[in-house]
């Protein structure tokens, strides 16, 4: 039998046999959150993971990866390597574009590849959230036509109960009609002032 699950090391999935929540940050690295939006970003981060090592139940059961975009899309902290008992390193701003559509794209791709693991290990598990934090609109090569494509993908799983999506937008200038087109299940989305 192979040591390697759904992409991941079976160790990855750890021994606790507590429900999963599989939740996938989708995060804006780009030029324009240099500053107090980066810190702001951070200070939730930090702040998110804290509550999740002060809680037993949801440090068994959360089970978290980051992706960020700015410029390129990377897998900034995988499923399985969560930090819960560490601290996160810090998010720095870089002085690229805004790369969202392909950021939400690989995220699910993460995601879908995490639950076809939970299912081969015969983990259960919570059908997983998406976090997207972002302060603009799509920017660079095909962002348009990604971002059209990862709507589409993200509104289809939300439509079917296969996706929760938190979609946040930070300071005055993020794109709300965009943020909004993004999930069909909110009124609006979540706004953090800068």
């Given at each position: 039998?192979?040591?390697?699950?759904?992409?991941?090391?079976?160790?990855?999935?750890?021994s606790s046999?507590?429900?999963?929540?599989?939740?996938?940050?989708?995060?804006?690295?780009?030029?324009?959150m240099?500053?107090?939006p980066?810190?702001?970003?951070?200070?939730?981060?930090?702040s998110?993971?804290?509550?999740?090592?002060?809680?037993e139940?949801?440090?068994?059961?959360?089970?978290?990866a980051?992706?960020?975009?700015?410029?390129?899309?990377?897998?900034?902290?995988?499923?399985?390597?969560?930090?819960?008992?560490?601290?996160?390193?810090r998010l720095?701003?870089?002085?690229s574009?805004?790369?969202?559509?392909?950021?939400?794209?690989?995220?699910l791709?993460?995601?879908?590849?995490?639950?076809?693991?939970?299912?081969e290990?015969?983990i259960?598990?919570?059908?997983?959230?998406?976090?997207v934090?972002?302060?603009?609109?799509?920017q660079?090569?095909?962002?348009?036509?990604?971002?059209?494509k990862?709507?589409?993908?993200?509104?289809e799983?939300?439509?079917?109960?296969?996706?929760v999506?938190?979609?946040?937008?930070?300071?005055?200038?993020?794109?709300?009609?965009?943020?909004?087109?993004?999930s069909?299940?909110?009124e609006?989305?979540?706004?953090?002032?800068?």
């Amino acid at each position: 039998m192979s040591n390697e699950v759904g992409g991941f090391s079976k160790s990855d999935f750890g021994s606790s046999t507590r429900r999963r929540l599989p939740i996938c940050f989708c995060l804006d690295i780009s030029g324009s959150m240099t500053g107090y939006p980066i810190e702001q970003l951070n200070d939730g981060l930090q702040s998110f993971f804290a509550s999740i090592r002060d809680n037993e139940e949801t440090k068994s059961s959360a089970d978290i990866a980051i992706i960020t975009f700015g410029g390129s899309v990377d897998i900034f902290l995988p499923f399985g390597k969560s930090g819960q008992d560490s601290s996160i390193p810090r998010l720095q701003a870089t002085t690229s574009l805004t790369p969202i559509g392909e950021g939400i794209l690989t995220a699910l791709e993460l995601l879908n590849a995490r639950k076809e693991g939970y299912k081969e290990m015969g983990i259960k598990y919570y059908q997983p959230w998406l976090v997207v934090i972002t302060d603009g609109a799509p920017q660079g090569p095909n962002a348009v036509e990604n971002m059209e494509k990862a709507i589409e993908a993200v509104r289809e799983l939300e439509d079917n109960d296969k996706l929760v999506v938190f979609n946040i937008g930070v300071g005055s200038s993020a794109d709300s009609p965009m943020l909004q087109r993004l999930s069909g299940k909110r009124e609006k989305p979540i706004s953090i002032s800068t």
